[in-house]
């Protein structure tokens, strides 16, 4: 009967399978009974002879078995796949290299073995026994290991030494929370066994560096770190995420974004013309803006339906009620993955098309707004206006209102940049992705990164290739933003400016679309500051109202968009059962792969 069973993970081992599973043989053999014990090669979609080797040797040996995979599994899935597949009480691994000395094999299965352990790990870094590694080796290690240890609360010193044991039963216990399936496998298997109360045994190995090393960009910094941040979200700040910190915490935020706009602007120059604004006037601009929304929902559903997805009007339009809220109370736009959640967990849209359809979206905002602005400004350059009201605003505006205007003539530019660039790309392959990715990476990570960006810019590209799809969300993203400037004119006549009726459509045309690219990059929450910033110097340079009045048009312009925004993400939240702190947390730790 079978009690040892250990897996070999390989990926193109041509050159030291053979010998590696010999060598494994024989020092189990000189501990455990004949036919207590079975090694297992986990090929994992290897490209040179390796299976050839495996197979063979399998079929020579009733002791080994062949794991085949036609696709990469990744590390950690490989070990995973092969463990099911084994007949063992007691499980073991190490990497094929044998580069930690093979006489602590039997210290290792016995820890296990004898009941007295459920997990055991060689150690290169134990005191007294620290391995002699190169700099490369050892301070991305020493890096690693005291990160795990500080931010998931390890006692261990060494969680990367591919040398482990673990009893069957307790080790799937632990595999149903892993949710790594390539470096970071055995660091979490092992992180999760301690929180869990399992015994782990830690002892010094021999161990004697082999081949070279590096420093990979793509798994150790994009892999390895956002697994250690996942992790530490999931055991430090979710549960203490309850309903009453999402309450305190959401009204917090939303207190303190207000609160940030007197960095910004400074109130007590413009109450007086806020309080003079009729409020017909407003309460008509918010009813405007609320009737832009219905043709966002339609917008969105347009997108979905060229990736395959048919869904109703008021749900999307309630998704990105929900996410645009969560872009006015979290930073750096958290917002926008928000709507990828809520898609995902009330429809079933796997995560790759949702954030593809936001970026799809985005591309056409940008290229919208850029376009609206790019016409006025041609059109107000024929009509010969100038900026001598420049020099009416205040320094402090003046100079933030400037930066406002680099930041939107970037981001304009930029949005067509991109709009040209997923034009010309459409419809043809990915292969560039995986080109780009390579550069900067040569680890086996890099494959699992790369099918996730070519699955990511391949919805985008169907978008594009539609030209019926592509002619509907440009139309509709006219009429939303022509909405947007619409509430922002009403906004603006509530103050009983005097300017003729040509003039107040293409300065306010021109300035929100100028105000609405400035706020796109996260500098502020909401963009506070950033819109008006640019709405008001556009408006005291290209006519003669005053900074006052053009300062209290903007924020109270802004406010009404914000508070329909804040009402609609409330009721769709309510409606939809969705916590917007839980949507913040699950869409960070989303992994875009994922299909079901």
């Known amino acids: ?3 040892v069973s250990v897996v070999l993970p390989a990926y193109n081992e041509e050159d030291t399978i053979e010998g590696t599973v010999t060598t494994t043989l024989e020092t189990l053999a000189a501990f455990l009974p004949e036919g207590s014990f079975e090694v297992l090669v986990a090929e994992d979609g290897c490209d040179d002879r390796t299976p050839e080797i495996a197979a063979r040797i399998a079929g020579e040996d009733p002791r080994v078995r062949h794991v085949h995979s036609d696709e990469r599994l990744g590390r950690g899935g490989a070990l995973e796949r092969s463990f099911r597949l084994a007949e063992g009480e007691t499980l073991a691994y190490f990497d094929t290299d044998m580069a930690t000395d093979m006489a602590h094999l039997e210290e290792l299965i016995g820890a296990v073995r004898s009941g007295d352990y459920e997990f055991a790990t060689g150690s290169r870094w134990m005191p007294g026994n620290v391995a002699d590694r190169p700099a490369k080796r050892g301070v991305p290690s020493k890096g690693f290991n005291t ?129 003079r604004a009729d409020p017909t006037l407003v309460a008509a601009a918010a009813a405007v803006y609320v009737v832009s929304w219905p043709l966002r929902g339609v917008r969105y559903r347009d997108i979905l339906r060229v ?29 926008d993955g928000v709507r990828a959640y809520v ?117 985008v590209q169907t978008v594009a290739a539609d030209r019926r799809a592509f002619a509907r969300v440009g139309g509709s993203s006219l009429a939303v933003w022509s909405l947007d400037v619409a509430t922002a004119l009403l906004v603006f006549a509530a103050f009983d400016v005097a300017l003729a009726p040509v003039t107040l459509v293409a300065v306010g045309f021109f300035a929100v679309s100028v105000g609405n690219l400035a706020k796109v990059l996260p500098l502020s929450p909401g963009g506070i500051g950033l819109y008006e910033g640019a709405f008001t110097l556009l408006v005291v340079a290209l006519t003669p109202v005053a900074w006052p009045v053009a300062l209290g048009a903007a924020v109270v312009d802004h406010a009404v968009k914000n508070v329909v925004t804040v009402v609609g993400g409330v009721v769709s939240t309510a409606v939809l059962n969705v916590s917007l702190t839980t949507a913040v947390e699950e869409s960070r730790g989303a992994d875009p792969a994922e299909t079901d």
């Open 1 to 3: 009967m079978v009690e």
């Open 147 to 275: 990160l795990v240890r500080g931010l998931l609360g390890s006692e261990l010193r060494d969680h990367q030494c591919g040398f482990k044991a673990f009893d069957r039963a307790a080790l799937f216990d632990v595999l149903e929370a892993v949710a790594d399936e390539h470096w970071f496998w055995d660091t979490e298997v092992l992180v999760r066994a301690q929180r869990r109360g399992y015994r782990v045994k830690e002892f010094p190995v021999d161990w004697t560096p082999k081949g070279d090393t590096k420093v990979d960009l793509v798994r150790d910094v994009f892999g390895m770190g956002s697994q250690i941040l996942r992790c530490w979200w999931e055991f430090a700040v979710s549960p203490r995420i309850t309903r009453r910190v999402t309450l305190a915490g959401g009204t917090g935020l939303v207190v303190l974004a207000v609160a940030l706009m007197t960095v910004y602007l400074d109130p007590s120059a413009v109450l007086a013309e806020m309080r």
């Open 343 to 459: 898609v995902k967990a009330r429809r079933s849209i796997p995560y790759p098309s949702g954030f593809a359809s936001l970026a799809v979206e985005r591309v056409f905002d940008l290229l919208t707004i850029a376009g609206l602005a790019g016409v006025v400004l041609a059109g107000l350059s024929v009509a010969g206006f100038d900026l001598s009201g420049l020099d009416a605003l205040p320094p402090a505006y003046r100079e933030s209102g400037r930066t406002a205007l680099r930041v939107a003539a970037v981001v304009g530019g930029a949005a067509l940049l991109v709009a040209v660039a997923v034009l010309l790309t459409a419809g043809r392959d990915t292969a560039y992705v995986r080109r780009a990715v390579g550069a900067v990476s040569d680890d086996s990570y890099a494959d699992y990164v790369a099918d996730r960006i070519e699955q990511f810019v391949g919805d």
């Open 307 to 335: 990736l395959g997805y048919d869904e109703g009007t008021a749900f999307l339009t309630g998704a990105i009620f929900i996410s645009q809220t969560g872009n006015l109370v979290f930073p750096a736009r958290l917002g």
